[in-house]
């Protein structure tokens, strides 16, 4: 069982930065495959980003290649996402995700909610 804690949620303006991370409980942390989704009001969850177990592998949405650096802290339990040059259309809740297998995972934390001012 992962239980997943999401922070750093907030507003910020077009062009801006924010960093989430994503605490993970569970001494298997470091086993999953971990990513980040959003889910934009009105619209279907999307995948944002992925890393592998070891941190070595990436693999980023094409809306968000070049502008968000997922990474991971293992020691820590711990996952982040780097989110530079913020646009209004990346306004969303922002989900991290363990066990990552495509579009699902196998677990979820609660979302925290990303607002981009234009």
């Known amino acids: 069982q992962v239980q997943l804690v999401e922070s750093g949620g907030g507003l910020v303006q077009a062009g801006g930065s924010l960093r989430l991370s994503c605490a993970a409980s569970?001494?298997?942390?470091?086993?999953?495959?971990m990513g980040w989704f959003r889910q934009a009001l009105g619209k279907e969850r999307e995948f944002v980003a992925r890393?592998?177990?070891?941190?070595?592998?990436?693999v980023y949405a094409d809306s968000v290649k070049g502008r968000f650096t997922i990474s991971r802290d293992n020691a820590k339990n711990t996952v982040y996402l780097q989110m530079n040059s913020l646009k209004p259309e990346d306004t969303a809740v922002y989900y991290c995700?363990?066990?990552?297998?495509?579009?699902?995972?196998?677990?979820w934390g609660q979302g925290t909610q990303v607002t981009v001012s234009a």
């Open positions: 995700a363990a066990g990552v297998v495509g579009q699902s995972a196998a677990y």
């Open positions: 569970g001494r298997t942390f470091s086993r999953y495959i």
């Open positions: 890393i592998s177990w070891s941190g070595g592998g990436t």
